[in-house]
């Protein structure tokens, strides 16, 4: 491995957000108000484009590295620029950029400055769960970005919110816990934490403290990457959230968990020590438990968020099924499919908030007919269905078949099996919602001729503005951008090429 | 190295010249502010002026009177008792500033000033103190000056809170004088500037009787349950006094006592031997349960601030049961993070209480918008009890986690982590209240609060003054401070690394 080079670099991706939060609540005073969007975008742009600045250097094997600050004699909180943290790191920033364009447009109401505050130290939060260099810091951002998307879940400050946000705090305190827990006995087993390809316990350290110290990891991470039977705040917290902020929950925060789950299992106890653990099995069960149930319960959920939030969970199973194989290509699948997955689940949220908009309720019966009148959102909302499902060439066809070679070569074919009973299940919870769109005829009768009317001019207003629509239309595009030019130079499947080959052992 | 320095006699001295002058000319406001402000600012800056020579390693001693040999009143300012009395130094400054707003109005005003700066001067004097005898005589000084401060309303109910309060820590006291004497007797010193003077070759029923009255003595003023009693009654003093004196002053005088007998007294080493010190952690690992768990049931604000003020002490005592340099430092630098988060909660519960009348956790609703930024020190203050990365708090729960996982407890890792969860579940409705709903939304049928002119939409915004406010951000800015620098020269983190290498009898590394 070659010796980092010093930057300042990887800090401006924490300062830029914060920057933007500082905007947004109308700081330093006197900024016209009318400068605060201008603002954020900008901020959160130049973000995106910082991650992007990152990706050739990675490609060629480098990895930058920014001292921050020293909070125990034993630790700094460090930022390493590596491919995983680019991947996940890029991925969250562009779809952060989209939901807040997007949320230009949707969030209205009182309370704006403190979401779009919080926002921005989320974003910062999650660009420092990216680029974390050791396991210390990489609990200290992951807790911030775990509190912080608190304000976000209860912004509607509704009782159903609230209870949701109730939930959402239980489960990830709690689970945030188990993470420390785990982050102590690793430095107190090996006295270091900087993540290191191929693990940083000394031979000499008891496997059982190495097994605790794992356990605690997969718990604690398990909890935010909603592994069943720790989901449970999941399908409360994205419907509550604004749509914009569902999208980042789902796209971003639980893929914040696998995202731990890989670097601990390849950064920290490494794949050889895992290997003879034995533990990996396990979480393929569980794994595959969480990707055949949760798309079982999404068939019969009637609200659109709610269905779009367990079909995240069971999709995050197939993460968490890729990892527990421990095979090079299931591992590159997993990385790609959290990228791929963040985007189509990103679209498919912001058309769901377009819907809600448009018909002012939630259930499903309200969305017959609607693509007549919202037909580019209605649109995407299919192009990302079909993504969803796996249909070539979209991205999500890619993430799958990485997903499923991977299998194959880790001699896991029942993996396989699972991978297209959850394939088949997104279908039969997906594709009915695009059927209602477009071949089901609104419901008439003389009571909901006044709503229809309703409809009928939000729908129209909903097509006409242009953040709404700018935000959903990029998603989609990205949708199809990933899946059809996968094997680009930078694009996510090279990245995770970089980091499986530095997991493994190799170059 | 020791030096023979007047400093560490000179800073009790001000403070007690302080009430003194009070006393004389307090009737007049101008000179009563002066003096305490005077003080409390000169005070601060001898204690900060010894700070590079304890960083250094050295040791201020100054002994005033001998009574017997060995025995008198002696002064003795190591890294320990510089850290207790930096903390506390700084907060009274803060709390006299906040004091004068708090107070405006208030009657007998010099009483209150002057049994203040009493109970500081004395504050100051136990954490210089060379050996029990001036230990003790300091602590009992500390308990009569704080009776006229806790009944200071004067209602019958104040004054069953001072009965009660005197009762606890008289017995307490006592409790603490046999020990002491017992200890003279057994070793013919009563010095606390070695790491240790008794010996194993005493005899069990000797060490545990000491060990017992010293540990039960102090403990009474560190409130360990079931000695907690009198904490909670105590709140109906003026909230400046709770916050100094209920989470800063009073309190930790009982955890650096106990602290001071586990170290100096026994010395590290021969209670690792005997093994009692696992009893003491016991007894506050179940303090700081079960006192979180009372604390949620509290819904009178300053009681909650109690009960946790109650299981936020236990963390100190835990840590140095647990008898590992690491914890050790957890204790020691907890002595801080917890006061300054603690004495800006009460700062708050105080500002609120005078600018809103309200006292209950119920009334809440809202006043994140009356009051924006109170409460974001309120929210930091509690972020920070609740172990959250980057807030003080998270230091003492990282350094005692690792000192537990150091002495094979790791059970105490559990409690640790349980108490955090716990700590949000009293603080963060209180958040949850602030921000997330209006008066009107919460009050629907509770005409008091509808009655409030802080429920109508709109009328918003009436901040504390800035005698108050001044001092709740300068806490909450220096949790914050605590939580991210630890590592920067002249931050509590470094003298208390100085503390444990003393406590220990470490040599310092090298620079």
């Not at chain 1, 993470?179 to 993540?195: E, I, K, P, R, Y």
């Not at chain 1, 390809?197 to 990457?225: E, I, S, W, Y």
């Amino acid at each position: 491995m070659t010796t980092p080079v010093v930057t300042a670099w990887p800090l401006l991706t924490l300062l830029l957000p914060l920057a933007g939060a500082l905007a947004a609540i109308g700081w330093p005073a006197g900024t016209p108000r009318g400068w605060r969007r201008p603002l954020l975008t900008v901020c959160s742009a130049t973000t995106v484009l910082l991650t992007f600045a990152f990706v050739p250097p990675v490609l060629r094997g480098l990895t930058l590295e920014a001292q921050l600050l020293q909070i125990t004699p034993q630790t700094w909180i460090v930022l390493r620029v590596d491919a995983a943290g680019v991947l996940y790191g890029a991925t969250a920033a562009l779809l952060w950029l989209l939901a807040l364009v997007y949320a230009f447009g949707y969030l209205h109401g009182p309370n704006l400055g403190r979401v779009f505050a919080t926002l921005m130290m989320c974003l910062a939060a999650a660009m420092g769960v990216a680029f974390a260099g050791n396991l210390l810091s990489f609990f200290v951002f992951y807790e911030l970005l775990s509190v912080l998307t608190y304000v976000l879940v209860v912004h509607e400050e509704t009782p159903r919110a609230l209870a949701a946000g109730l939930k959402y705090l239980v489960y990830v305190l709690v689970g945030g816990s188990l993470v420390l827990c785990g982050v102590l006995l690793t430095f107190a087993a090996s006295g270091d934490m900087a993540f290191q390809a191929g693990g940083l316990f000394a031979a000499d350290v008891a496997p059982q403290t190495v097994l605790l110290a794992f356990a605690c990891f997969l718990a604690g991470f398990g909890v935010k990457a909603a592994i069943m039977p720790l989901h449970g705040w999941v399908p409360d917290a994205h419907p509550a959230a604004p749509a914009p902020c569902s999208a980042l929950l789902s796209g971003v925060l639980v893929a914040a968990g696998g995202f731990g789950l890989i670097r601990v299992s390849f950064e920290v106890v490494g794949v050889t020590l895992l290997r003879e653990l034995g533990v990996m099995p396990w979480l393929g069960g569980l794994a595959t438990l969480t990707v055949v149930v949760a798309a079982l319960l999404a068939l019969r959920q009637d609200d659109l968020k709610r269905r779009l939030a367990y079909s995240t969970i069971s999709q995050m199973g197939y993460l968490t099924l890729a990892l527990a194989l421990l095979g090079p290509v299931a591992t590159v699948g997993a990385l790609v499919h959290l990228v791929h997955h963040a985007f189509m689940k990103g679209t498919l949220f912001f058309c769901a908030g377009s819907f809600a908009h448009a018909t002012g309720r939630r259930g499903m019966a309200s969305l017959a007919g609607l693509a007549a009148r919202t037909p580019l959102t209605a649109a995407a909302f299919t192009l990302a269905t079909l993504g969803m499902i796996g249909v070539p060439p979209l991205s999500g066809f890619v993430s799958k078949w990485w997903l499923g070679i991977g299998m194959l070569e880790s001699e896991a074919p029942y993996a396989l099996v699972v991978l297209l009973m959850g394939a088949l299940l997104a279908a039969g919870y997906l594709l009915p919602v695009v059927f209602t769109l477009y071949f089901r005829s609104p419901v008439t009768g003389p009571l909901s001729e006044a709503p229809e009317a309703g409809v009928a001019q939000r729908a129209r207003a909903i097509e006409g503005r242009a953040s709404l629509l700018l935000a959903t239309g990029v998603a989609a595009l990205l949708t199809v951008v990933l899946g059809v030019a996968a094997n680009v130079a930078g694009f996510p499947a090279a990245l995770a090429q970089r980091a499986v080959a530095g997991f493994f052992g190799g170059p | 190295m020791e030096v023979v320095d007047v400093r560490p006699l000179l800073a009790p001295l001000i403070s007690f010249a302080c009430a003194g002058l009070v006393f004389a000319m307090g009737r007049s406001v101008f000179w009563r502010r002066f003096w305490s402000l005077t003080a409390a600012a000169v005070k601060l800056l001898v204690v900060l002026s010894m700070l590079p020579g304890t960083l250094q390693g050295t040791v201020f001693v100054f002994d005033v009177v001998e009574f017997t040999p060995g025995v008198g009143i002696a002064f003795r300012a190591d890294a320990y008792g510089m850290f207790f009395s930096l903390v506390s130094s700084t907060l009274w400054v803060l709390t006299t500033i906040y004091a004068i707003g708090y107070m405006q109005g208030d009657k007998d005003r010099v009483r209150f000033f002057g049994f203040f700066a009493l109970c500081v001067s004395t504050t100051v004097g136990i954490a210089f103190a060379e050996n029990l005898l001036t230990f003790f005589l300091f602590y009992e000084t500390l308990t009569i000056c704080t009776y006229p401060l806790v009944v200071h309303a004067e209602t019958p109910q104040a004054l069953r809170a001072g009965r009660i309060y005197l009762t606890y820590t008289l017995i307490g006291g006592g409790l603490a004088l046999i020990g002491s004497v017992m200890t003279l007797n057994a070793t013919g010193s009563l010095t606390l500037g070695q790491t240790g003077i008794l010996s194993a070759d005493l005899g069990t029923f000797t060490l545990v009787t000491i060990f017992v009255t010293l540990v039960v003595g102090f403990g009474v003023k560190a409130a360990i349950m079931p000695l907690h009693g009198w904490l909670p009654i105590a709140m109906v003093a003026p909230t400046p006094v709770s916050a100094l004196l209920h989470a800063v002053a009073v309190v930790k005088v009982g955890a650096f006592g106990v602290t001071r007998v586990i170290y100096n007294v026994f010395g590290a080493e021969l209670l690792q031997t005997l093994g009692y010190a696992s009893y003491l952690g016991a007894l506050a690992a179940f303090t700081i349960l079960a006192a979180s768990v009372m604390a949620i049931m509290q819904d009178q604000l300053k009681r909650r601030l109690a009960y946790s003020t109650v299981s936020q002490l236990s963390y100190i005592l835990l840590a140095a049961s647990l008898l590992t340099p690491l914890a050790a430092l957890a204790a020691t630098v907890h002595i801080a993070n917890q006061a300054f988060a603690k004495i800006a909660m009460f700062f708050v519960v105080g500002a609120i209480g005078r600018v809103t009348g309200k006292t209950r956790v119920g009334e809440l609703a809202g006043i994140g918008a009356v009051m924006p930024w109170t409460m974001a020190a309120f929210t930091i203050a509690a972020l920070s009890f609740v172990g959250l990365p980057l807030f003080a708090g998270f230091a003492t729960k990282w350094y005692l986690s690792l000192g537990a996982l150091q002495a094979d407890a790791w059970w105490f890792v559990v409690v640790m982590l349980v108490s955090s969860v716990l700590n949000a579940a009293y603080w963060f409705p209180i958040i949850h209240l602030a921000y997330f709903k209006t008066a009107e939304t919460a009050a629907a049928g509770d005409d008091r609060a509808a009655r409030d002119p802080a429920a109508e939409p709109r009328s918003l915004r009436r901040e504390a003054p800035l005698t108050l406010l001044v001092p709740i951000l300068i806490c909450a800015a220096y949790v914050i401070l605590l939580g991210t620098t630890a590592e920067v020269v002249g931050m509590p983190t470094s003298l208390a690394e100085v503390a444990v290498w003393q406590s220990f009898g470490l040599e310092a590394p090298a620079p």
